[in-house]
């Protein structure tokens, strides 16, 4: 057993190496811009083949955008922000298009109905510049503007069309339109080094999933397979195994995800989630306090054992308690669809809701063995292993 928990431990501190390393290398596709701009997030709007590159500057609040898209110069493209709901109608949108003449053209125009008149008016928000490109068969929209309402995250909306009105963009196809807006966090800073510019928001996605899983989901259930398991002796030793495969791999996923979170923090420039961070880095350290302490285990009959095991469920139910606190933190911060969230309360419930039960069961069966001990004094030797077994318990 003893060179087994070594191996497990090995694996459980190197393993997290190999496997954020791997996480951290997603990258964004590589888009060059014509002023050799460089943009620190960019994301793939689904529906079209499009792409949004930006940078956003916490200081005033503003952001740097291009929206790039794939069309013939017959259509028309737009991108734009709805500060006061989602989908088209109220919002804020850059359009650029070719005119009769041919020559490349960019307005904005407020979206008030579903079939708009577009004008060449003013947005609710400033826009300190804007221009358009149109190279290799794609438009670029260029804009800076300040994000409406002092907001991070906003709903953005984009299209294209071939339809024209008076010269300009009219209709544009009704099919899979629901799906051309998103709730986009432009909440980033990144040095212009790494201006290969990775996608923020689908590594703070990832951030929040690996962490859900690891910390939030796979070490709870660890925690209860012990408790609820060895009180089973048909369970000694599977219950061990099962319990380390648990947290180990909670481990593993949970120290990528943490690495991520380091780094996404590290990026942000001007904004500290200090609670948040402080909280990931304490969690971090009892974690890995935890893996190591299987190494100093003491065996089950040495006297040291009784101490070890309290050492061991005080720092393991402070992980539980920090992480779920943590994992609620971060929902807040990204301030994910409402449907993640009520999922995790769903699954976080399910499995507090089944401890209680499991609780009560197991007292119940430990409860009646102590008195069916107490009753034959050949059940209160300590030697059969359920009195050390009753004991460890409680
Ligand atoms: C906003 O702040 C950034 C960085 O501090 C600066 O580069 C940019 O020019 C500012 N934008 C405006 C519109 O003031
Ligand atoms: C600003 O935000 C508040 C609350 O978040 C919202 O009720 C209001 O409609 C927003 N105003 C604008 C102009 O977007
Ligand atoms: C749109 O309006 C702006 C400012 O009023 C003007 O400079 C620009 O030429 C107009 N563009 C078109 C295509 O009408
Ligand atoms: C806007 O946000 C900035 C940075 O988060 C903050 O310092 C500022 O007070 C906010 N302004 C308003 C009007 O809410």
């Known amino acids: 057993m003893a060179s087994n928990t070594r191996l497990v431990t090995?694996?459980?501190l190197f393993l997290p190496v190999i496997f954020s390393s791997s996480t951290l290398a997603q990258n964004c596709n590589s888009d060059t811009f014509s002023n050799n701009k460089l943009y620190s997030s960019c994301t793939s709007l689904s529906g079209l083949s499009a792409t949004l590159h930006w940078t956003y500057y916490s200081t005033n609040g503003t952001v740097d955008v291009a929206y790039r898209i794939t069309q013939s110069t017959s259509t028309w493209v737009a991108w734009g922000i709805n500060p006061?709901?989602?989908g088209m109608v109220g919002t804020n949108a850059f359009l650029a298009y070719h005119d009769s003449a041919g020559s490349l053209q960019?307005?904005?125009?407020?979206?008030?109905s579903f079939s708009p008149t577009i004008a060449n008016g003013s947005l609710t928000f400033t826009v300190y510049e804007m221009s358009v490109d149109y190279s290799n068969g794609a438009y670029t929209?260029?804009?800076t503007l300040k994000l409406p309402n002092n907001s991070t995250t906003l709903n953005t909306v984009w299209q294209r069309g071939t339809s024209f009105s008076?010269?300009?963009p009219s209709g544009h196809p009704s099919t899979g339109t629901s799906s051309q807006t998103n709730n986009l966090n432009f909440l980033s800073g990144q040095s212009s080094s790494s201006g290969s510019g990775s996608s923020r928001l689908h590594r703070e996605n990832i951030h929040g999933v690996l962490n859900a899983i690891s910390w939030g989901i796979l070490l709870p259930l660890g925690v209860m397979i012990a408790r609820y398991t060895k009180v089973f002796k048909?369970?000694?030793p599977a219950w061990f195994y099962l319990h380390i495969t648990c947290q180990c791999s909670g481990y593993i996923l949970g120290v990528a995800g943490w690495g991520l979170g380091l780094k996404l923090g590290s990026e942000s420039k001007g904004i500290t989630q200090y609670g948040h961070r402080n909280i990931g880095i304490a969690l971090f350290v009892f974690a890995t306090l935890q893996v190591f302490a299987l190494l100093l285990r003491p065996h089950k009959n040495n006297k040291y054992r009784l101490y070890w095991n309290i050492y061991h469920r005080t720092v393991g139910y402070a992980v539980i308690v920090l992480s779920i606190i943590?994992?609620?933190?971060?929902?807040?911060i990204l301030n994910p669809e409402k449907k993640w969230k009520n999922a995790y309360i769903g699954v976080i419930a399910t499995l507090g809701g089944l401890a209680v039960i499991l609780e009560a069961t197991t007292w119940a069966i430990v409860l009646k063995r102590r008195s069916s001990e107490a009753k034959s004094p050949h059940g209160a030797n300590g030697n059969n292993g359920y009195g050390a077994r009753t004991h460890q318990f409680a």
């Open 106 to 112: 960019i307005i904005t125009s407020q979206l008030s």
């Open 10 to 12: 090995f694996l459980c």
């Open 141 to 143: 929209i260029y804009a």
């Open 326 to 332: 943590n994992i609620f933190k971060g929902f807040d």
């Open 166 to 168: 008076s010269g300009l």
């Open 234 to 236: 048909s369970m000694d």
């Open 84 to 86: 006061t709901s989602t």
